[in-house]
């Protein structure tokens, strides 16, 4: 395989990776823990999920936007 279409690749599955573990961890705290609902009054581990929530999704589209920020030159002289 190619070492453009490699690291195109890697940037995919890096991206997929990143996301889903993401997802996994909100998932898991919010709803099996019961951390994104509001029942009665307000705890501290609703803040604390909600505060993780708004800090750790801005970062991670920082993080993806650097993964993907440099161009991968896919040489199209070599078919």
């Known amino acids: 395989?190619?070492?453009q279409?490699?690291?195109f690749l890697k940037r995919?599955?890096?991206t997929i990776g990143i996301v889903l573990f993401w997802m996994g961890i909100n998932s898991t705290t919010g709803?099996?823990?019961g951390y994104g609902y509001i029942?009665?009054?307000v705890k501290a581990g609703n803040i604390i999920f909600y505060i993780w929530l708004v800090i750790s999704l801005?970062?991670?589209v920082l993080w993806l936007r650097k993964l993907w920020k440099d161009q991968i030159d896919f040489d199209e002289d070599n078919r």
């Open 1 to 3: 395989m190619e070492p």
């Open 12 to 14: 995919i599955l890096t």
């Open 31 to 33: 709803i099996m823990f």
């Open 39 to 41: 029942e009665g009054p």
């Open 5 to 7: 279409v490699a690291a």
């Open 58 to 60: 801005p970062l991670m």
